[in-house]
């Protein structure tokens, strides 16, 4: 083979060995559900009666980003204080035994309400008046009323969500990786990672600053880009809510959780992983050194671990294999 398909072929099978396709499903759902959901009765009904409203332009935008709002803090609480309680209790099983750091201690429910608490008062206000003095009213400005009269089409939707999703994940890994720059990690980027064994709620604990800069742009700039229809929203911003959340969790339930091992690694580690998924590190070398070995040898672990139980052998937990030969640095 020439040198350069042969480092062709090594550039692709360093990237697929970083990937698990199970992570991709959550992303998938979304994208299924926003289609299947204008292809609803539910969908048009909540349309029409949006649209006898007979509102001018701006103002039906307005009626229908609010709706955007109540998704998000839906699920914010829906899905923070689940996790919570599965922290706190230790249950249900199929869910705990997924720990990805099997040997430390789950958070205390105190821990789980108080990151939350700060989500209420902090990051809810900083990213509304972000959203209300900047984002919704150039989202507003740019949509048109053909776009707000309609329901999208298949192709919109997966356009739309897939735009907005690639935006997204440039800005987070641009704005993070700017976050362990020595000075921005120090004023700023420290405080989210007081949790070295992070867990959902913990993934809206930071500084009001990196709350702005991270979560408001990285959701804020791709809406002001892409312009999206208003339900391709509605899922977008309940899509990023979820993401955050499984990738702090501490979980990793194939198929319901996406990016839990790489950005857990990142709060192990400190430094590297500055993508909520592999891709953009491997592109611009900035993986762990540490973290394709230990992905290596957890893929591993896990699947003799599904083998002993599918043949009812012992379950006692499989060592963690970083906390065996751990010789990573807190670098703050
Ligand atoms: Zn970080
Ligand atoms: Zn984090």
């Given at each position: 083979?020439?040198?350069?398909?042969?480092?062709?072929?090594?550039?692709?099978?360093?990237?697929?060995?970083?990937?698990?396709?199970?992570?991709?499903?959550?992303?998938?759902?979304?994208?299924?559900?926003?289609?299947?959901?204008?292809?609803?009765?539910?969908?048009?009904?909540?349309?029409?009666?949006?649209?006898?409203?007979?509102?001018?332009?701006?103002?039906?935008?307005?009626?229908?980003?609010?709706?955007?709002?109540?998704?998000?803090?839906?699920?914010y609480?829906?899905?923070?204080?689940?996790?919570?309680?599965?922290?706190?209790?230790?249950?249900?099983?199929?869910?705990?035994?997924?720990?990805?750091?099997?040997?430390?201690?789950?958070?205390?429910?105190?821990?789980?309400?108080r990151a939350i608490f700060w989500g209420m008062v902090e990051s809810i206000p900083v990213l509304t008046i972000f959203n209300t003095f900047v984002v919704?009213?150039?989202?507003?400005?740019?949509?048109?009323?053909?776009?707000?009269?309609?329901?999208?089409?298949?192709?919109?939707?997966?356009?739309?969500?897939?735009?907005?999703?690639?935006?997204?994940?440039?800005?987070?890994?641009?704005v993070h990786?700017?976050m362990?720059?020595?000075?921005l990690y120090k004023l700023v980027h420290k405080m989210h990672h007081e949790?070295?064994?992070?867990?959902?709620s913990s993934g809206n604990y930071a500084h009001p600053l990196e709350t702005l800069l991270s979560t408001g742009l990285i959701v804020g700039?791709?809406?002001?880009?892409?312009?999206?229809?208003?339900?391709?929203?509605?899922?977008?911003?309940?899509?990023?809510?979820?993401?955050s959340?499984?990738?702090?969790?501490?979980?990793?339930?194939?198929?319901?959780?996406?990016?839990?091992?790489?950005?857990?690694?990142?709060?192990?580690?400190?430094?590297?992983?500055?993508?909520?998924?592999?891709?953009?590190?491997?592109?611009?070398?900035?993986?762990?050194?540490?973290?394709?070995?230990?992905?290596?040898?957890?893929?591993?672990?896990?699947?003799?671990?599904?083998?002993?139980?599918?043949?009812?052998?012992?379950?006692?937990?499989?060592?963690?294999?970083?906390?065996?030969?751990?010789?990573?640095?807190?670098?703050?």
């Amino acid at each position: 083979m020439a040198p350069a398909m042969s480092s062709l072929g090594g550039f692709w099978s360093g990237f697929w060995a970083l990937q698990d396709a199970a992570e991709w499903i959550p992303f998938s759902a979304f994208l299924g559900g926003l289609v299947a959901f204008n292809r609803s009765d539910w969908s048009r009904n909540i349309h029409e009666s949006l649209w006898s409203l007979s509102l001018p332009r701006e103002k039906l935008a307005e009626a229908m980003a609010t709706r955007t709002g109540a998704f998000g803090l839906y699920l914010y609480f829906g899905l923070y204080l689940s996790f919570a309680i599965i922290d706190a209790f230790q249950a249900p099983q199929w869910i705990v035994r997924h720990k990805v750091q099997n040997t430390k201690q789950p958070p205390p429910f105190r821990k789980s309400l108080r990151a939350i608490f700060w989500g209420m008062v902090e990051s809810i206000p900083v990213l509304t008046i972000f959203n209300t003095f900047v984002v919704n009213p150039v989202w507003r400005q740019r949509i048109g009323m053909e776009k707000l009269m309609s329901i999208p089409s298949t192709w919109q939707c997966v356009s739309e969500l897939v735009a907005l999703q690639i935006l997204n994940e440039l800005i987070f890994y641009t704005v993070h990786r700017s976050m362990h720059t020595k000075l921005l990690y120090k004023l700023v980027h420290k405080m989210h990672h007081e949790n070295i064994t992070p867990f959902a709620s913990s993934g809206n604990y930071a500084h009001p600053l990196e709350t702005l800069l991270s979560t408001g742009l990285i959701v804020g700039i791709p809406i002001m880009l892409v312009v999206p229809h208003p339900s391709v929203l509605w899922f977008y911003t309940s899509w990023r809510n979820v993401e955050s959340a499984t990738a702090h969790c501490g979980y990793y339930i194939p198929g319901l959780c996406a990016n839990t091992l790489f950005h857990d690694w990142h709060h192990r580690a400190f430094d590297g992983n500055y993508g909520f998924s592999p891709n953009l590190d491997y592109i611009f070398g900035t993986i762990h050194p540490k973290y394709p070995a230990w992905l290596a040898n957890y893929r591993q672990e896990r699947s003799q671990k599904v083998a002993a139980e599918e043949n009812h052998d012992s379950m006692a937990d499989l060592v963690d294999p970083y906390e065996e030969s751990t010789d990573v640095k807190r670098e703050i």
